[in-house]
């Protein structure tokens, strides 16, 4: 068992930048909640990679994928560029905040990284754009989490909610505006959502949806298809709301009871 990668991790998401990232939204969906579906799926693919690429680094993938969009915080705070902007001009500004939640983590578990490692975590946050962004992937582990990111993004990067989270809200006299705000979401994404759900029924309005999910208690929101999306993202933030536990049973059972880090006294590091 890699215990120092372990306590690394776990100091990593215990850090307050990253826990703020629940605030952060991409599209309705948490930055968190990305983040730790980025790192799981990484996971996930790490076997079938480490057979092609037996000396796959573990260690990077699993702090960079945790650390890789830290910088949509600041960006959003500021209101002066976009994440994606920065990783298309200028991406070593997106590790600002990366170095101080590693630099504290390390100090926190009692373990600091090699310099190597600590470099390719760096090479790895800076790439994860890869065609959209500055500086491409170079390493299998670079391109893995860069994957993993762009999955997360087009499958995952939506809000979680649907017409059953709307209705009892205009029940209670919110007009769609209220219900936006109540539910983090624009009110674009309350109007498309109810107007899958009337599709759905095959209602013409809002308010006739609303008089069935009075009288049924339920509606249906979408196709099967769209209800399926909806239950996936919603697991997506079940498992983030698990971390870092979730984490640490992958790496259980991928690291293979190699460690790779050392044990550090002080707040001194490679990086």
Known sequence: MDRALVALVEAVIAAAPMQALWQIKDRGMPVFAHTVDVTLLSLAAFPEWRERFPGL??????????LHDLNKASARRSGDTSHSKVMS????????????????????????????????????????????????PQTPEAILVHQCDFQSAIAHRLAPIDASDILPLLDQGLRWREVAARLEVTSGVVRDRLREACRAERVADPPELLRIWRRRGYVVTGTLQRMRQFEELRAVIGEARRAPANIVRCLHALSGGKDGTRPARHAESDS
């Open 57 to 66: 680094n573990l260690r990077a993938i699993a702090i960079a994928s945790l």
């Open 89 to 136: 001009t200028d991406p070593a500004q997106a590790l600002g905040e990366a170095v101080d939640v590693l630099q504290a983590a390390q100090w926190q578990a009692g373990v600091r990284l090699a310099a190597a490692d600590v470099d390719h975590i760096w090479h790895i946050v800076v790439s994860h754009h890869g065609r959209w962004g500055k500086i491409q």
